[in-house]
């Protein structure tokens, strides 16, 4: 029986790797279809409103999907402008960040000589001969990433489109392959609540992220700031991210602020109104507003970001939550499962 247990145990460790390594290199097939199922489940409650208001839903999955999709285009292209300029003027910011913060740089400098006179003297002054890699720039790096993750985005886009508008085919097929009524039962119990939670969470995040993105582009605007547009734009985006998207953000800005205002004492009131925004957002506003329908603790979430982000990069790193979400939800519905989302979830008061 012992044998039989570690065996069983070490089947199932080996079965996780190759679940992992499947998921790390098929995400360019999975990406679509992760994205249309969670869209999916997210708008099912608003498709299924509408219905019990009189509008079809594949009218209303086609509004919703193609609203949604030219929406985000406007916004890319009206945005493209701004953001092609900050990107062309990358080298002169870098001059500019150099000059002004040429304290750092110095002591950096001397940090760096330091360490290699250490390794100069314990390799005996022997010069070891160097190969250069030529390597894709980081922009053209960056433009293949964005290009590819909106092509990606779009196909899982029709995705859900197919999916809410063929209303409840599927949920029924799950149903007639279940065997037992109690299975039946929980099946569509959990559907319901995974839909129910991770539309909640998107639909409220989102809104909540609006709001932020409005406040710091206003207070960016009122501070002088060019590109304050651009800017809120990225905080909402980024705020889609737990932890990583806030201290991007700021970075992000205070690269920025410091080469656009005169005085660095200037440019360093921008970040930290923008850490001062975001942080009365993540410690405050959302849990307020999500309450306990979220139930997940903070080491849960991030090590959802973690393992995301190292799988898929910044498309895992966006999606983390929602499939943490929906992992608990799942959990909680089926026995076996309940002590693992007891693990998720949050403080039990």
Not at 123 to 146: E, M, R
Not at 187 to 202: F, G, I, N, P
Not at 275 to 300: D, W
């Amino acid at each position: 029986m012992d044998d039989t247990h570690t065996i069983k145990n070490l089947l199932i460790g080996i079965f996780l790797i190759l679940v992992f390594g499947a998921v790390y290199f098929a995400r360019d097939m999975l990406f679509p279809i992760v994205v249309g199922v969670l869209v999916a489940l997210t708008l099912s409650p608003i498709v299924r409103g509408f219905a019990r208001v009189g509008v079809p839903q594949p009218v209303s999955a086609c509004l919703l999907i193609f609203g949604a999709t030219v929406l985000c285009g406007v916004g890319v292209y009206a945005l493209s402008g701004p953001a092609s300029e900050i990107l062309d003027s990358a080298p002169e910011v870098g001059a500019e960040l150099k000059r002004k913060l040429g304290f750092l740089s110095d002591s950096l400098a001397a940090m760096q000589d330091a360490t290699d006179e250490v390794e100069n003297l314990a390799n005996g002054d022997a010069a070891a001969p160097t190969v250069a890699i030529q390597q894709p720039s980081f922009l053209a790096f960056a433009a293949g990433s964005v290009a590819s993750f909106l092509s990606l985005g779009f196909v899982g886009m029709i995705l859900a489109l197919f999916i809410l508008a063929s209303g409840d085919l599927f949920y029924v097929k799950l149903v007639n392959a279940l065997p037992s009524f109690a299975d039946k039962k929980r099946a569509v119990k959990t559907v319901r609540d995974v839909e129910r939670k991770l539309s909640h969470y998107l639909l409220t995040i989102t809104v909540i992220n609006a709001g932020l993105g409005i406040c710091i582009a206003g207070v960016l605007y009122w501070l002088g700031l060019p590109d304050a547009i651009l800017w809120g734009v990225l905080a909402f985006a980024l705020n889609f991210i737990p932890f990583v998207g806030a201290m991007i953000g700021v970075l992000a800005i205070g690269a920025y602020s410091v080469i656009a205002f005169d005085t660095l004492a200037s440019g360093i009131v921008v970040p930290l109104v923008y850490l001062f925004l975001t942080s009365l957002e993540g410690q405050i506003i959302t849990p307020a507003v999500l309450g306990k329908r979220l139930e997940l603790n903070t080491v849960s979430v991030f090590l959802a970001v973690i393992v995301w982000s190292w799988l898929w990069n910044v498309p895992g790193a966006l999606m983390a939550v929602p499939f943490l979400v929906v992992t608990k939800v799942i959990c909680d519905n089926i026995e076996p499962l309940k002590v693992f989302g007891d693990f998720l979830g949050a403080r039990k008061k």
